[in-house]
């Protein structure tokens, strides 16, 4: 057995725009930490560090636990329940503050 170790340093994103393949690692490494968060993957052998600021680190984990209400929110009740809008909207509000913070966009629109 593997254990995967995942480091993201949203402290280093500035430039990200910029840099295609970098994005794309970064939007996989928050696709990964999700999975994990949904228990879709072996979290037992994975080990997550996030690098940042106290203010980037607390936008985003609020955006992380906002895509994790969603889409716990959209498996058990569907696109169109309430509370899957609700949860959206709270994703989209939360995209945005993360986006004021990081000065990048959220990879996962």
Known sequence: ?????????????????????????????????LKSLLNYSD????????????????????MLKAEKE????????GSDHLQTVAAKEKVEKEAQQFERTMGIEWPLK
Request: proline fraction near 0%; charged fraction near 30%; hydrophobic fraction near 35%.
């Open 1 to 33: 057995m593997f254990k995967l170790n995942v480091v993201l340093e949203i402290n280093k994103l500035e430039n990200l725009q910029d840099d295609e393949s970098e994005a794309q690692k970064y939007a996989d490494t928050i696709k990964d930490i």
């Open 43 to 62: 979290t037992s052998r994975q080990s997550i560090s996030i690098l940042g600021t106290n203010s980037q680190l607390r936008s985003f984990v609020k």
């Open 70 to 77: 969603f889409m716990e929110s959209y498996r058990d009740y």
